[in-house]
């Protein structure tokens, strides 16, 4: 059995991180960790972006953002968008394959 799996760590957007990281974001998950070598880390997302759509869905935690990764397919290449800093960005990830 596969599952699609992004390999990203990331924790809810709070007040205090869109200060600190000068976000304009209203919405979204903060990347605190990217595993090397994962779909994110091919797309180029980092620590400290953050993350306010997937596939066109808005993304408001991160138990939101992996039902919305699980609800695609292994080799599917879905749009990331939200905030570096105070840029906006979008990020093609084509998901790989989790095993179990």
């Known amino acids: 059995m596969t599952a699609p799996l992004i390999g990203l760590n990331v924790e809810p957007l709070t007040d205090e991180h869109r200060a600190r990281l000068h976000s304009p974001a209203l919405h ?23 993350i306010t759509d997937f596939g066109g869905a808005p993304v408001t935690s991160p ?6 990764v699980a ?28 095993r179990w």
């Not at 070598?37 to 400290?48: D, E, F, I, S």
């Not at 138990?63 to 919305?68: Q, T, V």
């Not at 609800?71 to 998901?95: D, F, I, K, P």
């Open 71 to 98: 609800s695609h397919q292994a080799g599917e290449t879905v749009v990331v968008t939200g905030w570096r800093g105070q840029a906006a960005r979008e990020w093609s990830v084509t998901l790989q394959a989790r």
């Open 63 to 68: 138990d939101e953002l992996f039902a919305l």
């Open 28 to 50: 979204g998950v903060v990347v605190i960790g990217v595993v090397e070598g994962a779909a994110a880390h091919a797309a180029g997302l980092r620590p400290y972006d953050v």
